[in-house]
């Protein structure tokens, strides 16, 4: 978790039960881990008398500390991330809020929390991307990741569309294939990769058409459209395929 706790003595046991096996989805363990030492937190501040944002804060990760399994964080932004979201929300406003309205109401309280949580991430490399760009302003974007509902496809299209100033309706992302990549989907690293794979294609796009489209801005008196920019970088031969 987000915790540096460096008295853990964790030990683990099987228990067989007459119930079903639960089945991992979705980042298992690391939920019910963050919500079990939050847990801990709660405890020890209620029995302290003693805020539990104070006892969070105070116990979080910085950087030079280490996890509990033992891998050094050289760079840890817990303590700046959760001050930036404090800020930005006004938490303290909020907080004493919320004191004010449980103080004049005794059947109806409400309830205010901060947790801080803490993903383990890998590097993500790998993940290649083709962009093509077709003489009528159409836009084809072949990727590896696999979209299981996490909004990945919606994602490249974007990235494709800010990278060449082009509209997003003009953004074609084709079915996911291994020909491109075979990396896996997981590990909440994919959409970003792919997406920088994405960018940096684009770009590559765009640089090779920035002349033609302030040749047409000067041509033409006005900024170009997307579909007179592609339709004239065809014309002139520009490649207009990246990788």
Request: charged letters at 20%.
């Amino acid at each position: 978790g987000p915790l540096r706790i460096p008295t853990w003595d964790l030990r683990g046991w099987t228990a067989r039960t007459d119930t079903p096996s639960n089945t991992w989805c979705r980042a298992p363990t690391w939920l019910p881990g963050h919500l079990l030492s939050d847990a801990v937190v709660e405890h020890i501040a209620h029995e302290a008398g003693l805020s539990a944002d104070a006892v969070r804060e105070a116990n979080l990760l910085h950087p030079g500390d280490r996890t509990l399994y033992g891998q050094e964080l050289p760079r840890c932004t817990l303590p700046r991330c959760v001050g930036e979201l404090k800020a930005r929300v006004g938490y303290d406003d909020l907080v004493a809020g919320v004191a004010a309205f449980n103080s004049r109401s005794r059947l109806v309280k409400l309830g205010l929390a901060l947790s801080p949580f803490k993903y383990g991430m890998e590097p993500a490399t790998g993940y290649r991307a083709e962009v093509q760009v077709l003489p009528d302003g159409a836009v084809q974007v072949r990727q590896a990741g696999v979209d299981s509902g996490q909004g990945l496809r919606v994602k490249q299209a974007q990235a494709a569309a800010r990278a060449l100033q082009a509209p997003l309706s003009c953004v074609v992302v084709d079915a996911t294939t291994s020909a491109i990549s075979d990396r896996p989907t997981g590990g909440s690293t994919t959409s970003e990769s792919c997406a920088a794979s994405v960018t940096l294609a684009a770009e590559t796009l765009a640089e090779r058409m920035a002349p033609v489209r302030a040749q047409l801005e000067k041509d033409l008196g006005r900024a170009p459209e997307w579909e007179e920019v592609a339709a004239a970088s065809a014309k002139r031969g520009v490649d207009l395929v990246a990788l």
